[in-house]
């Protein structure tokens, strides 16, 4: 047995060794792309396809998302040799939003935490930062209405999505649910653990604040109180995990976008998003939406809000299957903007692909 274990090592040491001569040897080539493009090494499309690509060739035995994510990071390493890219995001440190930043990013990308969405879109607009990440919608709360505010009146463009399993855990200094006093948590969260919460701690006030971050920052500060948070919150302010995956809906998901001052060239599977309003008569809802039947482009959401220009008068944000440089979203766009009383398109990026 002890033969057969030193074999195994021995085969490992030598991969080790061809697999960090290739991964350097992989750097070179991408910082020499980086001087044929002018120090220009981000592109969000090309990223995409590198992880589809390894996705869709992946033989196992581990799952095409673990090796999607180490490729992720050895990405992230590679850009880091010209400049670490930085990333704006909806802090403190410990939110999902940092989270979802990371996802998208990798570790050697520098986070930067800001105290609203305002803030990020404000510090990409001036170039403070390079990206902003902003959450947009959850599957079980819905959408976050200010990212499509100041997507309506940015300049910005988005060139990225991001796709984040929120697991929710409850947490506090201490072992134990006996004596809390308080559950703090941002309401998105404390929506989404209703029922958990009604069952195990139903008599305990729930108290809203900014973000998760800073609930587990209070409870960090207070052994009477909880938190209910992500587990970068629990182990950026040291608390015990009492309880992981309280969330009720098991398949919770936030969408992120990332922000930029360019949006994607084509990935060959990508989103576009859309921002209309229609003419005020009769049946202009109908014809607005009739370029996208005609041309064939499947529309993935349909999200009223209201414009702010006139009582009643409202915005329509749609995402659609498809980049406009496509030829039948090309099309359909055209075709939209002279049925459109205001068309603005917010920018076309690949589809998450983690």
Not at 6 to 22: P, S, V
Not at 85 to 91: C, D, H, P, T
Request: hydrophobic content about 40%.
């Amino acid at each position: 047995m002890s033969d057969k274990l030193q074999q195994h090592r021995t085969r490992i040491d030598a991969l080790d060794d061809e697999l960090l001569k290739l991964i350097n040897e992989r750097a070179e080539h991408a910082k020499a792309i980086g001087v044929l493009k002018n120090g220009v090494v981000y592109r969000p499309e090309r990223e995409a396809q590198v992880l589809r690509r390894v996705k869709d060739n992946n033989p196992g035995p581990m799952s095409g998302e673990t090796v999607a994510r180490l490729f992720r990071e050895v990405m992230s390493a590679c850009l880091a040799l010209e400049k670490p890219l930085s990333v704006a995001f909806l802090g403190p440190a410990g939110t999902f939003t940092q989270a979802a930043a990371i996802k998208h990013f990798g570790h050697a990308a520098h986070t930067e935490a800001c105290s609203s969405i305002d803030e990020v879109f404000r510090k990409v607009e001036a170039n403070i930062v390079d990206y902003g990440v902003v959450p947009v919608e959850n599957s079980t709360e819905g959408t976050v209405s200010r990212t499509l505010d100041l997507l309506l009146a940015s300049p910005l463009k988005i060139c990225g999505e991001v796709d984040l399993r929120v697991h929710q855990f409850l947490m506090r200094k201490k072992e134990g649910l006996q004596d809390i006093r308080r559950v703090y948590s941002h309401a998105q969260s404390l929506g989404q653990c209703h029922e958990w919460l009604n069952k195990n701690l139903p008599d305990i006030p729930r108290i809203p604040v900014s973000s998760n971050a800073e609930a587990a920052r209070l409870a960090s500060e207070d052994e009477s109180s909880a938190a209910v948070a992500g587990e970068m919150a629990a182990e950026l302010y040291q608390l015990q995990k009492l309880a992981q995956n309280i969330e009720d809906e098991p398949n919770n998901t936030t969408r992120f976008l990332v922000i930029a001052q360019h949006d994607a060239a084509p990935s060959g599977k990508d989103k576009t998003s859309l921002a209309m309003s229609a003419k005020n008569k009769p049946g202009t809802i109908v014809e607005l939406l009739s370029p996208l039947a005609k041309y064939q482009v499947s529309m993935t959401k349909l999200e009223s809000r209201p414009s702010r220009m006139g009582m009643w008068e409202y915005v329509f944000f749609v995402d659609v299957e498809g980049h406009q440089l496509d030829e039948n979203v090309a099309k359909a766009l055209q075709e939209l903007e002279s049925k459109a009383a205001f068309l603005k398109v917010m920018g076309s990026y690949p589809i998450a692909v983690l």
